[in-house]
T-cell receptor
Framework: GQNIDQPTEMTATEGAIVQINCTYQTSGFNGLFWYQQHAGEAPTFLSYNVLDGLEEKGRFSSFLSRSKGYSYLLLKELQMKDSASYLCVLHASGGSYIPTFGRGTSLIVHP | NAGVMQNPRHLVRRRGQEARLRCSPMKGHSHVYWYRQLPEEGLKFMVYLQKENIIDESGMPKERFSAEFPKEGPSILRIQQVVRGDSAAYFC???????????????FGPGTRLLVL
């Protein structure tokens, strides 16, 4: 089976940088996604890592280390609208196409 | 290109009634996933369908819940004899055909908020 662990809640200041960590255990690996979900809304895709290293997309970057079962999402120049839940999502191999969602990290950005 | 559509956005039912939730995937997407999200909790997988086939329903309760994705028309999640515990947000996501060995990005609909009185 798969298991995902990420912090429940984080707070940060507008304009700062925040790193949201995600650790996982899986018997096979086919990719790790990050989604953003604002309260009462649908999750939206942020990033996808399948190989080790850093993927940068504007203010958002995501890092993956498969050997350590570890990923992080880095948000720079935080804005108030970044207050949301950030979901770490694992795709395992072995014929299953069902992603496993973490419980999400609720990020609160304050002035 | 319209995104994933779900309707209704809000649905109120009394205990014992039936709830029907509809999902139209993005154009070109043949895979549909249904998830349930309870307040303050994460997304829980329910069922994965392709056209006319249920691929994986391991997350679906054995009773009262069913899903279909017919050749024509939207995917339907049906909940019979609803109970208060069924109150949740139900999200549908679609993805293109899966490339072997890779996970595919899922695109979510706006969700249906079901309230059972």
């Amino acid at each position: 089976g798969q298991n995902i662990d990420q912090p429940t809640e984080m707070t940060a200041t507008e304009g700062a940088i925040v790193q949201i960590n995600c650790t996982y255990q899986t018997s096979g690996f086919n990719g790790l996604f990050w989604y953003q979900q604002h309260a009462g809304e649908a999750p939206t895709f942020l990033s996808y890592n399948v190989l080790d290293g850093l993927e940068e997309k504007g203010r958002f970057s995501s890092f993956l280390s498969r050997s350590k079962g570890y990923s992080y999402l880095l948000l720079k120049e935080l804005q108030m609208k970044d207050s949301a839940s950030y979901l770490c999502v694992l795709h395992a191999s072995g014929g299953s196409y069902i992603p496993t969602f973490g419980r999400g990290t609720s990020l609160i950005v304050h002035p | 290109n319209a995104g994933v559509m779900q309707n209704p956005r809000h649905l109120v039912r009394r205990r014992g009634q039936e709830a029907r939730l509809r999902c139209s995937p993005m154009k070109g997407h043949s895979h549909v996933y249904w998830y349930r999200q309870l307040p303050e909790e994460g997304l829980k997988f329910m069922v994965y369908l392709q056209k006319e086939n249920i691929i994986d329903e391991s997350g679906m309760p054995k009773e009262r819940f069913s899903a279909e994705f017919p050749k024509e028309g939207p995917s339907i999640l049906r909940i019979q004899q609803v109970v208060r515990g069924d109150s949740a947000a139900y999200f549908c996501a679609s993805s293109p055909p899966t490339r072997a060995g890779f996970g595919e990005t899922q695109y979510f609909g706006p969700g249906t908020r079901l309230l059972v009185l």
